[in-house]
């Protein structure tokens, strides 16, 4: 035993914090040499800082949810809530969400996901109405005949990213006939979250069917809707749609910027910008350097207060998309640089200070309250999680790309 501790003695003396420190002092110096040598200095006037390191993508708490007859509305914390079946709106945003997996990350699972979320979609479409249902139970009854206005707009919008990215001609035939069966009934609709989804969704599909002048005119229409809105509500201090902001709010600045671009119509630019200038500073808490939603107990009215809770994950995809498209237009690298502290929301960078991202499960928390986060991780939240996670993934690639020197 004596010759045992003596042996151990001997052979540990580098590991005594001195040599240990020691060595260190000696890697640095080889790495420092080995860096000057071998780097290659990117020198880039105006450079864009990428966001933080992103969290790993993560489906796991998608597919508890997800069963063969689409994904499930509601959780009982990450328990799956059988009891309130299924949404053709979250069956939509799941899809969306399928076709950027396979898009940015090839994901295993994104065949079969977009395949389960299609078909959904599919048997929702209701042929006597001429639109999509949107409510049905376990049971697989559906408990209406047509669903709401922004129900339908946002399957329009989603089955045209579809028609733009079909991963297969069978996929495009069934969204192409889809839409086209759909969308002269949706210009009956009255809701401006309806005209910019459906107006978004409208542009997409031109982005593969150039020649369908049918629809570049229901772009224009839906256009001039949207302006004809902003101009009667909006003053030197309320610069929106309507006299009340509540919920999904991006997507209207966004509609009219990529109107604007795919139009060559400087107005429909600069209404999106303005619109979506003012969207963001009445979220932004400066001093705290973070975005505070509106929340739903309340929302926002003409010459109100904002009320602050409960914030809704839901919010988030489409403020990113925005400001991304806002982005892509003006160059600007401020509309960049927002994208990431939007994001940050979901991460603790909120008003609670509280992570929404549930990092064992991979789901998301269903809203921030007054007092706690609530705990049940629904399709709705859990799908804003994902798309947001998937487009700073794109975003950041993006950026890379500018940093790089011209050749």
């Not at 994104?110 to 599919?122: A, E, P, Q, R, V």
């Not at 400001?323 to 600007?332: E, L, P």
């Amino acid at each position: 035993r004596n010759r045992m501790r003596k042996n151990a003695y001997v052979a540990s003396r580098y590991m005594i914090w001195n040599s240990v420190a020691s060595s260190y002092m000696e890697l640095y110096k080889r790495t420092i040499e080995e860096y000057r040598r071998h780097s290659l200095v990117i020198a880039v006037k105006d450079r864009f800082i990428a966001s933080h390191s992103l969290p790993d993508v993560n489906l796991n708490h998608l597919l508890t949810l997800t069963d063969s007859t689409g994904v499930l509305q509601f959780a009982k914390y990450n328990i799956p809530d059988r009891s309130e079946g299924y949404t053709t709106d979250d069956n939509s945003r799941a899809l969306l969400l399928a076709l950027l997996n396979k898009k940015i990350l090839n994901g295993p699972e994104s065949d079969k996901l977009i395949n389960t979320y299609l078909s959904f979609i599919l048997h929702a479409y209701n042929p006597k109405t001429g639109l999509f249902r949107n409510f049905m139970n376990y049971e697989r009854k559906w408990l209406e005949d047509q669903g709401s206005e922004e129900c339908n707009a946002n399957v329009l919008f989603v089955l045209g990213y579809l028609i733009k990215n079909a991963p297969s001609d069978p996929i495009l035939a069934v969204a192409k006939n889809l839409f086209d069966n759909t969308i002269e009934k949706s210009l009956n609709f009255t809701s401006p979250r309806a005209f910019a989804l459906i107006l978004m969704g409208c542009i997409l599909y031109l982005d593969k069917f150039s020649g369908a002048m049918e629809i570049k005119n229901i772009c224009k229409t839906l256009s001039e809707r949207l302006v004809k809105l902003y101009k009667e509500n909006s003053d030197q201090k309320w610069k929106w749609f309507e006299n009340v902001v509540t919920y999904n709010n991006g997507r209207l600045p966004q509609s009219l910027l990529m109107a604007g671009s795919f139009l060559k119509n400087k107005s429909y630019i600069s209404i999106g910008l303005e619109s979506l200038e003012w969207l963001f500073k009445i979220q932004y808490d400066k001093k705290n350097n973070l975005i505070s939603l509106i929340g739903n107990n309340g929302w926002l009215t003409k010459g109100g207060n904002k009320a602050k809770y409960d914030q809704q994950p839901v919010e988030i995809p489409a403020l990113i998309d925005a400001c991304w498209q806002a982005y892509k237009i003006t160059n600007n690298r401020q509309w960049a640089l927002r994208t990431g502290l939007i994001f940050s929301w979901f991460l603790g960078n909120n008003d609670r200070h509280l992570s929404l991202y549930d990092y064992t499960t991979g789901g998301c928390f269903d809203g921030l309250t007054a007092s706690v986060t609530n705990q049940n991780q629904g399709a709705e939240s859990t799908i804003a999680w994902l798309l947001s996670l998937h487009r700073m993934i794109s975003i950041n690639r993006n950026l890379q790309i500018k940093q790089m020197p011209n050749d």
